[in-house]
């Protein structure tokens, strides 16, 4: 994280065409790029080289990708994308509540991989949202300061539990936030299970803050995983 | 017991006619002894009442024929009377005990045929044939209070006892074992005795078919009978007294013989129907992996086919191709590769549906989140193409798995994508009806061709009029599997003004749970909401209005 100019990315991935192909890319993109072949060499590499962001492949030759995690969360607060297959949405989830930032589900694209990989740096270099800081996504604007949204420019009216479950998702904009996580950070931990509540907040939300809540443009379903907050 | 009772009611009959000798005829003496004789033959059968008439005769005699108490006889009449007293008693004996009989045997048969019928009906209860010996082992136990064995061929056909009692066939000895191998190989019943002098003696009987190789004296200990349905001998049962003071009597053994060929029969039956369906299976399980191996080796190499050929077109040729080309080329070899990442999908979510509903985690979802959701993985290949959607404000939440029925409406959507033309709308709507929602996607393609309404949900199948159509036919069989494992029904028909409609029917089998309990409008708010009085103020406002609705 010390090199601002040119951030460092470190690939932990035993497969080496995927390794390739995100090499090629992340060059091309600006990024100085690290590479690791199993978890052993990977935490090592994230000790010496300081990387800006891990990207991590949840299917590694000698550890569980989550339990990996789990280790680097315990020294470091570098960001962690995890790469997965799309029927693994519960490793998804593990990944995340271990400590993970975001994940990308094989097969993915070069433009995801590339926005996915600005949020978490940026996400890390910044600190969440300042209590009077405004933030805006479509034609919402919510004001923190003054706890005010808006539609637009039109006031909308937002239960306590709606406000909290939206600057919940701003803090997090860009990411996924589990439904474990969201249910913890608005009920308490003693809701984690109860995630129909969140079902009827987001409903609500959506009907307050999406043109079309059937075809939600920024509160995103990340269906079995959780929901994210799409701020372009 | 019954000779005692006898002796004393002929001595009471004898006291009565010394006192009443001197009144009565002799032939109304005679009366109140056969009285005696018929009450003795009725209640203690047949020793008994002929003891009883004897000593009446000679009581008689003694006591009542002058000379009193001497034997001597004066006179032939006398003597004819003592006859015809002595012939008259044992008659009534015969008789009596005759009736007492054949009422105890239809009460026996009465209760066999009882037993049997239970036996019959429990055995057509039951399925496997380890079911059916259990439960043929538990009738004939509870009739005899026997100890039931059952000896069955292993696979070398080494004969193997079971029984639900593992301390019975530890008892087992080798003799025993023995006589079971015999029986099994011959399919013929042995009955052993051990009460005779050298115990363990054995009578083998040489054929219990015929009714008189059982010799009448015969009580056996153990009887071992085969298990013999019409071609195949599933075993050989054995059947031991517990009580070594009671034995097995021929109308035993053949009540146990009928038993046993009733459950041999219905062991028949069952290994048939398990041939049957293995058979089935078989040929199902065959025609199967034949599909899936055409559709594989089909649909998996046409885009890897495109692929290659894009892609070292794009290697070899990058200085002759302009650039609206090399992006063309690229272009399918994302398509492509897209196609096949979905066949692959596909498969693997069936392979997944198929080990069973373990995998299935039903939690409270929103309907309209779920179709969102699928609608926004399928966005790009919507491209311009309408999508109207229409969902009841009133639908419950539904318990099902997200990720499942996400995939059922991608799938349901991918389906309308492929087979309708690009211009055309999908509609999306959502009713409630009483206990269920109806859920319906519905196209303005060629609609469904009548008689494949339910075909087309059949793994690998693919419609006659998109035979050329790339894809597994594996889309809608997941769709249907998943709303099943879900309580629902998914149906596929034609639209009036053409195109399709699918429509599922999902139950809505529990109340969802409340929510309003999450907002206490009593409880202060956290953070700095004091700071923030409009916002907070509006938000309790709404509250309440949200609590008391």
Same mark, same amino acid.
């Given at each position: 994280?010390?090199?601002?100019?040119?951030?460092?990315?470190?690939?932990?991935?035993?497969?080496?065409?995927?390794?390739?192909?995100?090499?090629?890319?992340?060059?091309? /993109?600006?990024?100085?790029?690290?590479?690791?072949?199993?978890?052993?060499?990977?935490?090592?590499?994230?000790?010496?080289?300081?990387?800006?962001?891990?990207?991590?492949?949840?299917?590694?030759?000698?550890?569980?990708?989550?339990?990996?995690?789990?280790?680097?969360?315990?020294?470091?607060?570098?960001?962690?994308?995890?790469?997965?297959?799309?029927?693994?949405?519960?490793?998804?989830?593990?990944?995340?509540?271990?400590?993970?930032?975001?994940?990308?589900?094989?097969?993915?694209?070069?433009?995801?991989?590339?926005?996915?990989?600005?949020?978490?740096?940026? /996400?890390?270099?910044?600190?969440?949202?300042?209590?009077?800081?405004?933030?805006?996504?479509?034609?919402?604007?919510?004001?923190?300061?003054?706890?005010?949204?808006?539609?637009?420019?039109?006031?909308? /009216?937002?239960?306590?539990?709606?406000?909290?479950?939206?600057?919940?998702?701003?803090?997090?904009?860009?990411?996924?936030?589990?439904?474990?996580?969201?249910?913890?950070?608005?009920?308490?931990?003693?809701?984690?299970?109860?995630? /129909?509540?969140?079902?009827?907040?987001?409903?609500?939300?959506?009907?307050?803050?999406?043109?079309?809540?059937?075809?939600?443009?920024?509160?995103?379903?990340?269906?079995?995983?959780?929901?994210?907050?799409?701020?372009? | 017991?019954?000779?005692?009772?006898?002796?004393?009611?002929?001595?009471?009959?004898?006291?009565?006619?010394?006192?009443?000798?001197?009144?009565?005829?002799?032939?109304?003496?005679?009366?109140?002894?056969?009285?005696?004789?018929?009450?003795?033959?009725?209640?203690?059968?047949?020793?008994?009442?002929?003891?009883?008439?004897?000593?009446?005769?000679?009581?008689?005699?003694?006591?009542?024929?002058?000379?009193?108490?001497?034997?001597?006889?004066?006179?032939?009449?006398?003597?004819?009377?003592?006859?015809?007293?002595?012939?008259?008693?044992?008659?009534?004996?015969?008789?009596?005990?005759?009736?007492?009989?054949?009422?105890?045997?239809?009460?026996?048969?009465?209760?066999?045929?009882?037993?049997?019928?239970?036996?019959?009906?429990?055995?057509?209860?039951?399925?496997?044939?380890? *079911?059916?010996?259990?439960?043929?082992?538990?009738?004939?136990?509870?009739?005899?209070?026997?100890?039931?064995?059952?000896?069955?061929?292993?696979?070398?056909?080494?004969?193997?006892?079971?029984?639900?009692?593992?301390?019975?066939?530890?008892?087992?000895?080798?003799?025993?074992?023995?006589?079971?191998?015999?029986?099994?190989?011959?399919?013929?019943?042995?009955?052993?005795?051990?009460?005779?002098?050298?115990?363990?003696?054995?009578?083998?009987?040489?054929?219990?078919?015929?009714?008189?190789?059982?010799? !009448?004296?015969?009580?056996?200990?153990?009887?071992?009978?085969?298990?013999?349905?019409?071609?195949?001998?599933?075993?050989?049962?054995?059947?031991?007294?517990?009580?070594?003071?009671?034995?097995?009597?021929?109308?035993?053994?053949?009540?146990?013989?009928?038993?046993?060929?009733?459950?041999?029969?219905?062991?028949?039956?069952?290994?048939?129907?398990?041939?049957?369906?293995?058979? +089935?299976?078989?040929?199902?399980?065959? +025609?199967?992996?034949?599909?899936?191996?055409?559709?594989?080796?089909?649909?998996?190499?046409?885009?890897?086919?495109?692929?290659?050929?894009?892609?070292?077109?794009?290697?070899?040729?990058?200085?002759?191709?302009?650039?609206?080309?090399?992006?063309?080329?690229?272009?399918?070899?994302?398509?492509?590769?897209?196609?096949? =990442?979905?066949?692959?999908?596909?498969?693997?979510?069936?392979?997944?549906?198929?080990?069973? !509903?373990?995998?299935?985690?039903?939690?409270?979802?929103?309907?309209?989140?779920?179709?969102?959701?699928?609608?926004?993985?399928?966005?790009?290949?919507?491209?311009?193409?309408?999508? +109207?959607?229409?969902?009841?404000?009133?639908?419950?939440?539904?318990?099902?798995?997200?990720?499942?029925?996400?995939?059922?409406?991608?799938?349901?959507?991918?389906?309308?994508?492929?087979?309708?033309?690009?211009?055309? !709308?999908?509609?999306?709507?959502?009713?409630?009806?009483?206990?269920?929602?109806?859920?319906?996607?519905?196209?303005?393609?060629?609609?469904?061709?009548?008689?494949?309404?339910?075909?087309?949900?059949?793994?690998?199948?693919?419609?006659?009029? *998109?035979?050329?159509?790339?894809?597994?036919?594996?889309?809608?069989?997941?769709?249907?599997?998943?709303?099943?494992?879900?309580?629902?029904?998914?149906?596929?028909?034609?639209?009036?003004?053409?195109?399709?409609?699918?429509?599922?029917?999902?139950?809505?089998?529990?109340?969802?749970?409340?929510?309003?309990?999450?907002?206490?409008?009593?409880?202060?708010?956290?953070?700095?909401?004091?700071?923030?009085?409009?916002?907070?103020?509006?938000?309790?406002?709404?509250?309440?209005?949200?609590?008391? =609705?």
């Amino acid at each position: 994280m010390n090199n601002f100019d040119k951030p460092s990315v470190l690939v932990i991935e035993d497969e080496a065409p995927i390794r390739r192909f995100l090499k090629l890319t992340l060059s091309d /993109h600006g990024y100085s790029f690290h590479e690791a072949l199993n978890a052993r060499e990977g935490l090592s590499k994230i000790a010496s080289e300081q990387p800006s962001l891990v990207i991590l492949d949840l299917g590694l030759p000698d550890m569980d990708g989550i339990e990996l995690t789990r280790e680097i969360r315990e020294w470091s607060k570098v960001p962690i994308i995890v790469l997965s297959a799309r029927e693994q949405e519960k490793d998804k989830v593990l990944a995340l509540d271990a400590g993970a930032d975001d994940y990308l589900t094989k097969p993915f694209g070069v433009q995801e991989l590339l926005a996915r990989a600005r949020v978490a740096i940026r /996400h890390a270099a910044k600190s969440p949202p300042q209590a009077d800081s405004i933030v805006t996504f479509g034609q919402v604007k919510i004001d923190f300061g003054k706890r005010l949204v808006t539609f637009n420019d039109t006031e909308l /009216h937002l239960t306590p539990n709606e406000f909290k479950l939206l600057a919940a998702l701003v803090r997090h904009a860009g990411r996924v936030i589990t439904h474990t996580q969201l249910l913890r950070e608005i009920w308490g931990s003693e809701y984690t299970d109860e995630t /129909h509540y969140l079902r009827v907040y987001m409903a609500q939300l959506r009907r307050k803050l999406e043109t079309d809540p059937a075809q939600p443009r920024h509160l995103i379903t990340e269906p079995g995983v959780g929901y994210k907050l799409k701020l372009d | 017991m019954g000779f005692a009772i006898g002796f004393l009611i002929i001595s009471v009959a004898t006291l009565l006619s010394i006192f009443t000798r001197q009144y009565l005829d002799h032939s109304n003496t005679i009366m109140i002894y056969l009285l005696c004789i018929v009450y003795i033959a009725s209640r203690f059968g047949k020793g008994p009442s002929i003891l009883a008439s004897i000593l009446s005769v000679l009581a008689f005699d003694f006591f009542c024929i002058p000379p009193h108490y001497t034997l001597q006889i004066a006179g032939t009449q006398s003597i004819l009377t003592f006859l015809i007293m002595l012939f008259i008693a044992l008659l009534i004996t015969t008789l009596t005990s005759q009736v007492q009989d054949q009422a105890q045997m239809a009460r026996m048969r009465e209760q066999r045929s009882e037993a049997l019928h239970a036996l019959s009906q429990e055995l057509s209860l039951t399925r496997g044939k380890t *079911n059916l010996l259990h439960v043929a082992i538990k009738h004939i136990r509870n009739l005899f209070d026997a100890k039931v064995i059952v000896y069955l061929p292993d696979i070398s056909g080494t004969l193997v006892a079971c029984s639900e009692n593992s301390a019975e066939i530890q008892n087992a000895e080798k003799s025993t074992h023995a006589n079971a191998s015999q029986v099994f190989d011959t399919k013929r019943a042995i009955a052993t005795v051990v009460s005779t002098p050298e115990s363990g003696k054995m009578t083998v009987l040489e054929s219990l078919s015929l009714d008189t190789a059982w010799k !009448p004296s015969l009580k056996a200990d153990s009887l071992f009978l085969p298990l013999q349905g019409n071609k195949e001998t599933f075993g050989v049962l054995q059947v031991t007294m517990n009580n070594p003071a009671r034995t097995l009597t021929h109308s035993d053994f053949e009540f146990i013989q009928t038993l046993a060929n009733q459950t041999a029969l219905c062991m028949e039956l069952a290994s048939l129907t398990e041939q049957n369906q293995e058979a +089935q299976l078989k040929i199902e399980g065959e +025609q199967l992996r034949n599909a899936l191996l055409s559709s594989v080796s089909h649909d998996l190499r046409t885009p890897l086919a495109t692929i290659t050929g894009a892609s070292s077109s794009l290697l070899e040729n990058k200085n002759t191709l302009k650039d609206t080309d090399k992006e063309e080329l690229a272009q399918v070899i994302l398509e492509e590769s897209e196609h096949m =990442s979905q066949l692959v999908r596909n498969l693997l979510e069936m392979t997944k549906l198929e080990s069973g !509903p373990t995998n299935i985690k039903k939690t409270w979802q929103n309907v309209e989140e779920i179709i969102g959701s699928a609608l926004a993985r399928v966005e790009r290949q919507l491209g311009d193409r309408r999508v +109207q959607i229409s969902l009841d404000d009133d639908l419950p939440l539904l318990a099902m798995d997200e990720v499942l029925m996400q995939n059922v409406f991608l799938n349901l959507l991918e389906n309308c994508i492929k087979y309708t033309p690009a211009n055309t !709308p999908i509609e999306i709507d959502a009713k409630r009806h009483d206990s269920q929602v109806v859920i319906r996607v519905m196209d303005r393609g060629k609609g469904i061709r009548k008689g494949e309404e339910d075909s087309i949900f059949t793994k690998f199948y693919r419609s006659q009029s *998109n035979a050329k159509q790339q894809g597994f036919g594996l889309g809608l069989a997941i769709c249907k599997a998943i709303v099943a494992l879900h309580g629902g029904k998914i149906s596929a028909r034609s639209r009036d003004g053409g195109g399709s409609i699918f429509s599922i029917e999902f139950p809505i089998d529990r109340n969802p749970p409340l929510t309003e309990m999450t907002e206490d409008k009593n409880a202060p708010l956290k953070q700095a909401d004091s700071a923030l009085p409009e916002a907070a103020r509006s938000a309790r406002i709404e509250n309440r209005q949200e609590t008391g =609705s």
